[in-house]
């Protein structure tokens, strides 16, 4: 199994900027990607930003060019870099392992981190 502890929401204003990070625990070596997704009520569970394990990233046309994503010297780390933060960002933000065994994926989540962006 594989643990997901996310850390950096908050309150931004429009244009500001804030930084997500996640740390993950447990079986780490067989984590695939990380990720983060985010939601709000009412919608669905939207991907914002993926990284693999060899540093392919992937994001949701809504805040390409926007937000990057980077993974810390530990493979177990993954940031999500915010900028130009507009009131659509605004929901919960998940962080996500793709984690194989054998032939299986599984996906871990974590709790969540509100990030709202307001004036």
Known sequence: QVQLVESG?????????????????????NINAMGWYRQVPGKR??????????NNTHYGTP?????IISRGDAKSTVFLQMN???FGDTGVYYCNAEVQYGLVLTDYWGQGTQV???T
């Open 84 to 86: 130009k933060l507009e």
């Open 45 to 54: 569970r939207e991907l914002v930003a993926a990284i693999t394990f060899l």
């Open 63 to 67: 805040v390409s060019g926007r937000f």
């Open 116 to 118: 709202t962006v307001s």
């Open 9 to 29: 929401g908050g309150l931004a204003q429009p244009g500001g900027s804030l930084r997500l990070s996640c740390v993950a625990s447990g079986d780490i070596d």
